[in-house]
């Protein structure tokens, strides 16, 4: 194996990145947001940090073509099943049992 195969990363950068994503994430809590603006900007500095952490601890930065299209088509897959989910997640599942009744 050749020294050549990973350049090098700053560990301690993406740590520091990580930190400061986990305050704002905590510190947006504080502000008293309404619950769909707060959930989302929840998520997205997650999604933010999880990319983060995959591109550079777990090394996909650096790999090829065909282990992104992997991880990018499970992720587009994941985001499929969860929005057609989301009816019966943040609705009453059993509403329409209720209304015939």
């Given at each position: ?18 930190a ?64 057609m ?17």
């Open positions: 194996m050749t020294d050549a195969a990973h350049p090098k990363v700053n560990a301690i950068s993406i740590f520091l990145w990580l400061v994503l986990t305050a704002a994430e905590v510190g947006v809590v504080y502000l008293h947001l309404s619950p769909v603006v707060l959930a989302a900007l929840l998520v997205g500095t997650a999604v933010v940090k999880a990319l983060l952490v995959a591109s550079y601890f777990m090394h996909l930065k650096f790999e090829g073509k065909l282990i992104l299209w992997m991880v990018g088509g499970t992720m587009i897959l994941a985001t499929f099943f969860l929005l989910l989301w009816p019966d997640i943040v609705g009453d599942p059993w509403a329409w049992v209720m209304a015939e009744g």
